[in-house]
């Protein structure tokens, strides 16, 4: 395991150059949420294939962070330990993107038809992309915090407000992903990517991915280029004395997880509960709108078909007044925690904040429903200012919540991490792992209970209300305090037991 301490903190603009990764990724990711699904439609894939596409984002996860990480607090290049991981996680980004992107042309020339519904090489191509995309996410994730880390030294403040920091860009580049894939007629400045074989709709989604290219290559790019990095010595040393061990990455594994301190368990259970209590609202937040809200059914007459597209569309708002709140509030979280008394009451707090915005789908639907029943079932028509409101108020509050989770446990773990001597790498990809499995649970049990409840997205929302609020108090009763610091321009430092 690694020793030692990294220096000195670095100063802020480095972490925030770094940070800045953190909005190309998302940038991505959002265009994923937005305008993949649709075109994943016109390729013609099917069912067996769409689960099989999306197992991938947590089985990479399960596996690419802790050996990402792992390699990255062993690496001995001269550019750095983590700069290598970044650098190849962009470009691996890059290529994974222009396969998505250009599915449909590539597939047209390898011989799909334009005629048949299924595009079986394009779907090859789309899918092989995908998982790329999200092997390389991860690949670029977990180096980027580790590498805050490294530069926050061992001021567990500074840690804070870098993940902070990343949490701010992850909202701006959903934020910008969210704006560029709701503007229909982005294609017009790369006219080139209308085809034979790419219609308007591909056309777009392939200027956007384009733009996503340059964008995170730049920032990339930037960030490695302006920020340095102590290399690791052949012997396993940093240059400030840090050392790290020489054990194979199954030992070392093993050892992390038997060697885990208590605070790390307890972090560990709390996130994973956090997660079962979001990811129900992230897989379905969009559908939530259009079916229970909206009233509409996505295979119904083409009135019921029209009110589904009007909520998914309302949906995409919401993310968008979400990505707005998340981006002031993730600036907000060191000063407010310290106003509550601490980080882990803060996360206790906005845990119940979580809770509450989940429960408040059910009213928020029962009211819906009161309204429709009112109006007779031969009325189809959208619901009323105010529950639309209610609803976008609901998006905008669970902001709050997630730029906690988007930079507390990991500023936790970094932070135990530093306290216990640990590898920052493989520690954070050690929490990755407690996003990643509630993510598969969520994905195998939502649909038998929301069929065993009637249908609907309720039940998950429900479960993950009680879920949210037992991780609320787990947060605020069991998860203990990080060991107090004096400021480092004191010269002192207390609890970085090195």
């Not at 042309?105 to 519904?117: E, K, M, T, V």
């Not at 701010?168 to 580049?173: Q, Y």
């Not at 997880?257 to 990811?279: E, G, Q, R, S």
């Not at 707005?324 to 000063?335: D, H, N, R, Y």
Request: proline share 5%; aromatic share 10%; charged share 10%.
């Amino acid at each position: 395991m690694e020793t030692g301490r990294n220096g000195p903190p670095k100063p802020i603009w480095n972490i925030v150059m770094v940070s800045a990764i953190a909005a190309g990724i998302q940038f991505g990711w959002a265009l994923q949420l937005s305008l993949l699904t649709p075109y994943v439609q016109t390729l013609g894939v099917p069912h067996v294939w769409a689960a099989f596409i999306w197992l991938c984002g947590p089985i990479s996860g399960l596996l690419v962070q802790p050996i990402v990480g792992y390699f990255s607090d062993h690496c001995t290049s001269r550019i750095g330990r983590r700069r290598p991981f970044i650098a190849a996680g962009a470009c691996l980004v890059a290529m994974a993107v222009f396969f998505i992107g250009f599915a449909k042309d590539i597939g047209h020339r390898a011989g799909d038809s334009l005629d048949n519904p299924t595009k079986p090489r394009a779907v090859a191509v789309f899918v092989t992309g995908f998982w790329i995309l999200d092997v390389a996410n991860n690949m670029l994730q977990g180096p980027c915090r580790a590498f805050l880390a490294d530069l926050s030294g061992n001021d567990h403040k500074r840690m804070r407000i870098a993940n902070g920091w990343f949490s701010f860009f992850m909202a701006i580049g959903n934020v910008l992903g969210y704006a560029a894939g709701s503007y229909s007629n982005l294609y017009k400045f790369l006219p080139f990517t209308t085809t034979t074989a790419c219609d308007v709709y591909c056309a777009n989604l392939k200027t956007c991915f384009i733009i996503d290219i340059v964008f995170l290559l730049s920032v990339t790019i930037t960030a490695i280029t302006t920020v340095k990095e102590t290399p690791l010595k052949s012997n396993g040393s940093l240059d400030v004395g840090e050392g790290v061990s020489s054990e194979p990455f199954i030992g070392e594994i093993v050892t992390a997880f038997k060697t885990l301190k208590k605070p790390m368990w307890i972090l560990l259970l709390v996130t994973c509960l956090n997660w079962i209590a979001w990811f129900p609202f992230l897989l379905y937040d969009t559908d939530w709108m259009g079916v229970e809200v909206f009233g509409g059914k996505v295979k119904g007459s083409s009135s019921e078909q029209k009110l589904y597209d009007d909520g998914v569309r309302a949906g995409a708002l919401g993310l968008m007044i979400n990505s707005i709140v998340l981006a002031f509030t993730s600036l907000g979280l060191e000063p407010v925690s310290r106003l509550v008394g601490g980080v882990k009451i803060l996360w206790g707090v906005v845990n119940f904040i979580l809770a509450a915005g989940l429960a408040g789908t059910v009213w928020i639907t029962k009211v819906a429903d009161a309204w429709r029943a009112k109006q007779g079932p031969q009325i189809l028509t959208s619901p009323p200012t105010n529950v639309k409101s209610f609803a976008l108020a609901v998006f905008g509050l669970l902001g709050i919540p997630l730029s906690v989770t988007f930079s507390i446990p990991f500023a936790l773990a970094s932070i135990y991490c530093a306290d216990a001597g640990g590898g920052q790498g493989l520690s954070l990809g050690v929490l990755n792992l407690s996003i990643v499995i509630p993510q598969m649970f969520v994905s195998v049990i939502s649909g038998p209970l929301d069929a065993a409840f009637g249908g609907g997205n309720l039940p998950a929302f429900v479960l993950g209300s009680i879920v949210a609020a037992i991780s609320a108090l787990l947060a605020i009763f069991a998860l203990p305090n990080p060991k107090n610091q004096l400021s480092l321009n004191s010269g002192t430092v207390v609890g970085g037991g090195h």
